[in-house]
């Protein structure tokens, strides 16, 4: 097969057929695929179900230091609860503060909290006359979304494959004092699943920005999410935490992770890791908003895993069953559209999402075309801010939930689709 790009129009028209013909064939099958969100499959979930038995009414719920958890108190969180989410981190229980259920309410909290009282003691930023924000893109739409419902324009840094583009960064942030922050994935970014080399987090943390305020809101979702278990295929990055404090910036950065993709999604313990003035800083708001999270539950966690051990061992299990779902897609994406030299993907050794960029203007296209077949995928544009994809190129591809069977199926869809949208495109029909 050769590339489309090296067919006559006369051959370009033949395959267009074909490739409708195929469109055809999938659309009366009526199928009914989702894979628009990066959830846990069910199978995942069952994995967690022993930690249910942990508890039942007769279990002793004082924490390590004696404090009955099922009481008022500890409000940033219980003492192993903090080791457990401080090694799941890479830093120290002495940064940790431990939260409720899930990361992305930390993150608004963290934004709306700057927003409405400053940050440590800086102007609010509801009192500026502009914030702007840096989004890597593509990147997380829920972040983007909690940006821009507080009004803070958001400018666009590609993300390359060792992160973001560091000269842009450096020269935005050290010359805007109205730039406030920046959304980091740094390991296995949502959605193409690349991770920051060690020069990356070194030249982010030694940032030097206009903006005293200036955060970076380091969101480590996907830290410990690795597909393989031999190291050699796993991904590391730097702590953003120490490397902060060498660089002379220790207040900098807050980061931000959960145990969503590890336990249960919504049921689970999430955690913000930041220096010592930041925790100052933040409980003092802290102790207005809430007496304490749910004890309970980190107890229930840590006695569940009992150690950062017992956390890996549980993601490998979750590996076994995330890898063939990856490779699924993989295996016929390169199998179908590596010579028609269409479309390029990422192959990640961790996280959920498989990033996609097809022939520019043909994304919001693809999306719709697999949608009329029965196959929702997240909207295209969402991985940019605004939900603008200035060209119309990335798709996320989320493979965790549905079946590696229906996971073929699906890219089956999104490669029919890929192809008419292209070929249309080069016919300019
Ligand atoms: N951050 C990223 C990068 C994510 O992909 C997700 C889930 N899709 C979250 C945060 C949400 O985390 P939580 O469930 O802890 O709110």
Same mark, same amino acid.
């Given at each position: 097969?050769?590339?489309?790009?090296?067919?006559?129009?006369?051959?370009?028209?033949?395959?267009?057929?074909?490739?409708?013909?195929?469109?055809?064939?999938?659309?009366?099958?009526?199928?009914?695929?989702?894979?628009s969100?990066?959830?846990?499959?069910?199978d995942?979930?069952d994995?967690?179900?022993?930690?249910?038995?942990?508890?039942?009414?007769?279990?002793?719920?004082?924490?390590?230091?004696?404090?009955?958890?099922?009481?008022?108190?500890?409000?940033?969180?219980?003492?192993?609860?903090?080791?457990?989410?401080?090694?799941?981190?890479?830093?120290?229980?002495?940064?940790?503060?431990?939260?409720?259920?899930?990361?992305?309410?930390?993150?608004?909290?963290?934004?709306?909290?700057?927003?409405?009282?400053?940050?440590?003691?800086?102007?609010?930023?509801?009192?500026?006359?502009?914030?702007?924000?840096?989004?890597?893109?593509?990147?997380?739409?829920?972040?983007?979304?909690?940006?821009?419902?507080?009004?803070?324009?958001?400018?666009?840094?590609?993300?390359?494959?060792?992160?973001?583009?560091?000269?842009?960064?450096?020269?935005?942030?050290?010359?805007?004092? $109205?730039?406030?922050?920046?959304?980091?994935?740094?390991?296995?970014?949502?959605?193409?699943?690349?991770?920051?080399?060690?020069?990356?987090?070194?030249?982010?943390?030694?940032?030097?920005?206009?903006?005293e305020?200036?955060?970076?809101?380091w969101?480590?979702?996907?830290?410990?999410?690795?597909?393989?278990?031999?190291?050699?295929?796993?991904?590391?990055?730097?702590?953003i935490?120490?490397?902060?404090?060498?660089?002379?910036?220790?207040?900098?950065?807050?980061?931000?992770?959960?145990?969503?993709?590890?336990t249960?999604?919504?049921?689970?313990?999430?955690?913000?890791?930041?220096?010592?003035?930041?925790?100052?800083?933040?409980?003092?708001?802290?102790?207005?908003?809430?007496?304490?999270?749910?004890?309970?539950?980190?107890?229930?966690?840590?006695?569940?895993?009992?150690?950062?051990?017992?956390?890996?061992?549980?993601?490998?299990?979750?590996?076994?069953?995330?890898?063939?779902?990856?490779?699924?897609?993989?295996?016929?994406?390169?199998?179908e559209?590596?010579?028609?030299?269409?479309?390029?993907?990422?192959?990640?050794?961790?996280?959920?999402?498989?990033?996609?960029?097809?022939?520019?203007?043909? $994304?919001?296209?693809?999306?719709?075309?697999?949608?009329?077949?029965?196959?929702?995928?997240?909207?295209?544009?969402?991985?940019?801010?605004?939900?603008?994809?200035?060209?119309?190129?990335?798709?996320?591809?989320?493979?965790?939930?549905?079946?590696?069977?229906?996971?073929?199926? $699906?890219?089956?869809?999104?490669?029919?689709?890929?192809?008419?949208?292209?070929?249309?495109?080069?016919?300019?029909?």
């Amino acid at each position: 097969m050769l590339a489309y790009r090296d067919l006559t129009k006369e051959q370009l028209e033949e395959e267009l057929l074909k490739q409708k013909e195929a469109y055809k064939e999938i659309c009366a099958k009526n199928i009914s695929l989702d894979m628009s969100r990066g959830k846990p499959g069910p199978d995942q979930l069952d994995l967690s179900m022993d930690m249910l038995d942990v508890f039942n009414s007769k279990s002793e719920l004082k924490s390590e230091n004696g404090f009955d958890c099922r009481n008022y108190g500890v409000m940033d969180g219980i003492p192993e609860a903090k080791k457990l989410m401080a090694d799941i981190m890479g830093t120290k229980p002495e940064n940790v503060i431990v939260y409720g259920n899930a990361s992305l309410n930390i993150m608004y909290d963290t934004v709306s909290r700057s927003y409405t009282h400053g940050v440590n003691g800086s102007t609010p930023w509801c009192k500026l006359e502009k914030v702007k924000w840096l989004c890597p893109v593509p990147g997380y739409d829920r972040h983007f979304a909690v940006t821009e419902q507080f009004g803070i324009e958001m400018i666009n840094v590609p993300l390359l494959e060792d992160g973001p583009d560091m000269d842009m960064v450096e020269e935005l942030v050290s010359k805007d004092a $109205a730039i406030k922050g920046i959304w980091c994935v740094p390991k296995y970014a949502n959605p193409t699943g690349t991770s920051y080399s060690d020069e990356t987090v070194k030249r982010m943390a030694a940032l030097k920005p206009a903006a005293e305020d200036f955060r970076i809101y380091w969101d480590n979702a996907y830290g410990i999410h690795h597909l393989y278990d031999d190291e050699a295929n796993q991904d590391q990055i730097l702590d953003i935490l120490s490397e902060c404090e060498k660089a002379g910036n220790p207040d900098m950065v807050y980061e931000f992770a959960s145990t969503s993709k590890v336990t249960f999604p919504g049921s689970g313990v999430a955690a913000l890791a930041t220096s010592k003035n930041n925790i100052e800083f933040i409980k003092k708001q802290m102790t207005i908003q809430t007496i304490g999270h749910d004890k309970i539950n980190q107890l229930r966690h840590v006695r569940y895993f009992k150690d950062i051990n017992g956390v890996k061992k549980h993601m490998m299990k979750h590996a076994e069953k995330l890898r063939p779902k990856f490779q699924a897609v993989i295996t016929m994406l390169d199998k179908e559209l590596k010579d028609a030299d269409i479309a390029t993907w990422t192959n990640p050794k961790g996280g959920y999402f498989i990033s996609f960029d097809v022939m520019e203007g043909c $994304a919001k296209k693809i999306v719709q075309m697999c949608k009329e077949a029965g196959m929702v995928l997240t909207g295209a544009g969402a991985t940019y801010p605004y939900g603008k994809d200035p060209e119309d190129k990335n798709i996320r591809i989320a493979p965790s939930f549905p079946s590696p069977e229906e996971l073929v199926e $699906a890219s089956k869809i999104l490669i029919v689709c890929t192809k008419i949208a292209t070929i249309e495109k080069m016919l300019d029909k």
